[in-house]
């Protein structure tokens, strides 16, 4: 979008905060990047020029805003909405692959020599790798030092950064002013009772509108005990992360979800803030997305009665497979109730002083020694159980962020037990499929026999062809009009 300049001009103008996370405003005359919805004067026209990514401005030196924070605004929705190699790359970079890795690590994860992913990014986004990592350091470091009271040297390491020195220099150049300096400015401005020792509390942005009903409730109705809970208005879930391990309460307001993070080794921020967007779907773009299916009159309605749906997503594809295959042909309370034993004889057993999150979800090494008698489950469900697992654990099959979509479809219904139902219900929450579809689910055909619209799966995914590629959303409106829990907030 950042190469049309009229029409990012007018976004500036009329101070859109829709556009933010789309592209930046980079200003010639002070040297400043902006978001989109900016508060201050817009610039003259012929002062501004546009950039795809923050990284790319702070590689064409210009320093954040301090007023707007472009480095906080949402991530672009086409990470998430596409399936090519740039989008894989992104989603990878986000979750922190080229910290942990490097760029040979990325690459490997793709199947691209370093040159060509390097040369995709600049190509696409007027920065490589290295670069778009270096502004997502920036930012972790910015989170640390306005939120914690963690000494700099282990803000430094914690965010990424190779040495004292390159943090310093860093945030000085990004945001044009010292890590000290940032930390009394936040200090000065904040309104808030001092954090709580140990806890990272932020706000995570996203696109309005949102509904979180559907969002939190599907959450919430369908939690591992021991692993997930609704608490005191919060969905709250243990998470397993490269460094150990992590709890996180998140509160849906309306312009913001409320992230309480607690992390046994402050390295794991940028992966976990990571996950949780990922989870809430927080870089979509509800409004293209609403304005596609508004085209069918019959899904209209739905639409607007309840705008910004999002997918509830997972924050382990991995883990949401196994549980979908704990969730074949039984209801919700027995899905979370075979869940639930797993965790309790395989899990990693935790400490919450916070509420009653007790253990981690297993790991696919872990499920893969378990014996399969002692499972109550039928025989099929079995072998579907241990297959899939056995699968997870050797590598041959790898679910993620860096999965190629259709490449893992084939892939899962090739395994025993796997038919389309299992295999889009995971392309959709675990992969993250923006146009993934459950024609033969039965709530689904309950939906469009009530609406009118076509009950059997040839004839709903003939009609739904004018929803793509926004079939996954079109799935949470359909279900939405069920009294399911999964589809309220909890009480």
């Known amino acids: 979008m ?6 990012c001009v007018r976004a500036v103008q009329s101070k859109d905060a829709r556009f933010d996370g789309w592209f930046f405003t980079a200003v010639l005359t002070t040297r400043i990047y902006c978001r989109p919805s900016c508060p ?3 610039p003259k026209v012929e002062n501004m ?6 990284a790319a401005c702070q590689q064409a030196g210009f320093r954040a805003c301090k007023r707007c924070r472009p480095d906080t605004s949402p991530g672009s929705p086409e990470w998430n909405a596409r399936a090519d190699a740039v989008a894989r790359a992104m989603r990878l970079i986000r979750d922190g692959v080229v910290d942990r890795e490097g760029v040979p690590g990325l690459a490997a994860c793709l199947g691209y020599s370093t040159r060509q992913i390097e040369r995709q990014l600049l190509a696409e986004l007027g920065a490589g790798p290295l670069a778009l990592a270096r502004a997502q350091r920036a930012q972790t470091a910015r989170l640390l030092i306005e939120t914690t009271g963690i000494p700099m040297a282990e803000v430094a390491f914690a965010a990424g950064f190779s040495s004292i020195r390159t943090f310093n220099d860093t945030v000085r150049e990004v945001f044009a002013l010292a890590p000290g300096e940032l930390r009394t400015r936040a200090a000065r401005s904040r309104s808030t009772p001092p954090q709580t020792p140990g806890v990272i509390a932020l706000r995570l942005p996203y696109r309005a509108p949102l509904n979180p009903s559907n969002l939190f409730g599907h959450l919430a109705a369908t939690g591992v005990p021991g692993v997930e809970e609704w608490r005191d208005g919060a969905y709250r879930r243990t998470l397993s992360l490269p460094y150990g391990h992590g709890i996180v309460a ?11 993070l607690s992390l046994t080794d402050p390295r794991d921020l940028t992966i976990a803030i990571s996950r949780c967007r990922w989870m809430l779907d927080l870089d979509a773009d509800p409004v293209a997305v609403d304005d596609q299916l508004r085209t069918d009159p019959l899904l209209a309605p739905l639409v607007d009665k309840a705008p910004g749906r999002r997918v509830p997503r997972t924050v382990d594809a991995a883990e949401f497979a196994v549980r979908a295959v704990l969730g074949q042909q039984v209801s919700t309370a027995a899905a979370r109730t075979h869940a639930a034993r797993l965790v309790t004889a395989h899990g990693e057993a935790i400490d919450d002083p916070e509420g009653g999150l007790t253990h981690l979800f297993p790991s696919s090494a872990a499920l893969a020694a378990l014996d399969p008698e002692t499972l109550a489950l039928p025989q099929s469900r079995r072998t579907t159980l241990t297959t ?8 041959s099959l790898q679910l993620g962020l860096d999965s190629d979509w259709e490449k893992a479809r084939a892939q899962l219904i090739a395994l025993p037990g796997f038919g389309p139902w299992t295999v889009e219900v995971i392309a959709m929450r675990a992969l993250g499929d923006p146009d993934a579809f459950l024609p ?23 009609r739904a062809a004018a929803w793509r590629p926004w079939r996954a959303y079109a799935v949470q409106y359909l279900w939405a009009t069920d009294g399911h829990p999964i589809n309220h907030l909890p009480v």
């Open 40 to 42: 201050v004067v817009p």
């Open 440 to 462: 033969g689910d039965l709530g689904m055909r309950r939906a469009a026999a009530d609406l009118g619209l076509p009950s059997t799966p040839a004839a709903l995914t003939e």
């Open 2 to 7: 950042h190469t049309d300049s009229e029409r």
């Open 49 to 54: 020029t546009f950039y795809p990514s923050a």
């Open 250 to 260: 998140l509160t849906p307001h309306p312009d913001h979800i409320a992230c309480r």
């Open 388 to 395: 899939l697992v056995g699968a997870l654990a050797e590598g």
